[in-house]
């Protein structure tokens, strides 16, 4: 079994890269079966989920070439089934991605309820009322998704919740229908913004990403012939932030955008960490243990649901007591099962997690429950005493590429070994 062995406590210090987003980059992939031709898409992170998307389009049809570890270049010119293969869609949640691509590409499509990390009830009824609103028959029967439309025609859709996955599909699904969606209630990360980026570089007519009002004016063809380079890793950046103030190291954050870290630096600020703005990187650094803080995720510009684990590490070391509120999934405290083992004191109830900072953690044997969950485990093992082995190494290699690389080169003591 391969596991990360960590030997700590490390101050992080030194600069480190980040890559481009996963929840972009899997949704960019589906979204090149709309296109009658071929694209490149550069700084694609090098990790599961996309290699994964990949195997996922080629089956469909396309045929990918790729350029080198961060650049594809995709022909989907003969798309020739409209039946996804199950045993890859239900291996991560975004694979339904590929059900608004389809609609939008083929009128048909057939994938498996999708899979990813478990975080609680993981609903899709908004992606269905999306695809009917705009005249597709959508069934749901035995774990199979069966969606068809004649003619897909554009539509009022309001969301009933604010929703990243069914705003995407929605747009997916609306760009080549007849005349203008208009999706209400929508929701704001950087991806949904970075999505429509894309398809309006191939000739869509998205307006309004970013705010809760998108238009999509469809087209009759999206062009193909252009290339386009996905946006920095919102989540990723964030973990290593507040890596810097666990550790209370200083790190220089490349390669990001520093605009969709602003949650991120108020709460930092906010447990007496230091920020330093520079547009294209942030310099984050911490030279005391955390004070205590509330937090409550939320949709973006909220802080993110995706950074309450690793949050939950800096709470866990910070003084006084600490409240994380889990406004988005109902199950996304497993992880501090595996804190406790390390000397943190949590008491997690339902959505509510309380946390009376204790002054170090010390090394275990822990297993990563998701993707997130993992990232906060390693964090946790780099700044515990002593000697930290991670488990269920297939979370973190979906979303983050050559993590105990990037750590390494910041002064973290950690390998990758097969026991
Ligand atoms: C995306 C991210 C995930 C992140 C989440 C919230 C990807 C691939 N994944 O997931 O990392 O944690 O956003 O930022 O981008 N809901 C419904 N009905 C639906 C859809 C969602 O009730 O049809 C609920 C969910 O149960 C959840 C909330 O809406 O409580 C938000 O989910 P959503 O934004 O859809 O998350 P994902 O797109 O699956």
């Excluded at 996905?230 to 810097?244: H, K, N, R, S």
């Excluded at 294209?280 to 205590?292: E, L, T």
């Excluded at 803080?293 to 866990?316: C, E, H, N, R, W």
């Excluded at 943190?344 to 204790?358: D, H, L, P, S, Y």
Aim: with cysteine.
């Amino acid at each position: 079994m391969e596991k990360l062995l960590i030997t700590g406590p490390t101050t992080l210090k030194g600069e480190v890269e980040i890559s481009g987003a996963k929840n972009a980059a899997v949704a960019i992939l589906p979204a090149t079966l709309l296109i009658d031709g071929v694209c490149t898409i550069s700084n694609l992170p090098n990790i599961s989920d996309v290699k994964l998307s990949c195997e996922i389009l080629e089956a469909l049809g396309a045929k990918i070439t790729w350029e080198d570890k961060n650049t594809i270049t995709v022909d989907s010119t003969n798309i020739n089934t409209t039946i996804a293969p199950l045993e890859l869609t239900n291996k991560f949640r975004a694979s339904y991605y590929i059900i608004g691509a389809m609609l939008g590409r083929k009128g048909a499509v057939q994938v498996s309820m999708p899979g990813g990390c478990q975080l609680g009830a993981r609903p899709i009824d908004q992606h269905i009322k999306g695809f009917e609103a705009l005249g597709a028959t959508v069934t749901v029967e035995k774990g199979l998704i069966n969606a068809k439309a004649e003619k897909l025609e554009g539509n009022s859709i309001y969301m009933d919740i604010v929703s990243v996955g069914a705003t995407i599909n929605a747009m997916l699904a609306a760009v080549l229908a007849e005349g203008t969606t208009v999706i209400d209630n929508a929701a704001k990360e950087p991806h949904i913004v970075d999505v429509a980026n894309f398809l309006n570089t191939m000739g869509a007519d998205i307006r309004g990403a970013g705010t809760d009002v998108i238009k999509v004016r469809g087209v009759e063809k999206l062009k193909g012939g252009t290339s386009y380079s996905v946006v920095p890793d919102q989540i990723e950046a964030g973990t290593f932030m507040l890596a810097a103030v666990a550790s209370q190291g200083d790190l220089l954050i490349k390669n990001c955008i520093t605009k969709h870290l602003e949650s991120i630096t108020a709460k930092i600020i906010e447990v007496g960490g230091h920020v330093e703005d520079n547009g294209d990187s942030i310099h984050v650094w911490a030279d005391k243990r955390p004070k205590h803080a509330t937090i409550k995720t939320l949709p973006y510009p909220g802080f993110p649901t995706d950074l309450q684990p690793q949050m939950g590490v800096v709470l866990s070391l910070a003084e006084g007591t600490s409240i994380i509120n889990e406004s988005i999934w109902d199950s996304r405290f497993q992880y501090t099962e595996e804190l406790i083992k390390m000397g943190a004191k949590i008491n997690a109830q339902g959505t509510r997690a309380f946390f009376e900072g204790v002054d170090h953690l010390e090394g275990a044997h822990v297993y990563s429950t998701d993707l997130r969950a993992s990232a906060a485990l390693i964090v946790a093992g780099i700044v515990a005493e002593g000697e930290t082995s991670v488990y269920n190494l297939e979370h973190i290699d979906r979303g983050y590429e050559n993590i105990e690389e990037k750590f390494r080169k910041i002064g973290a003591n950690i390998k990758r070994v097969n026991e």
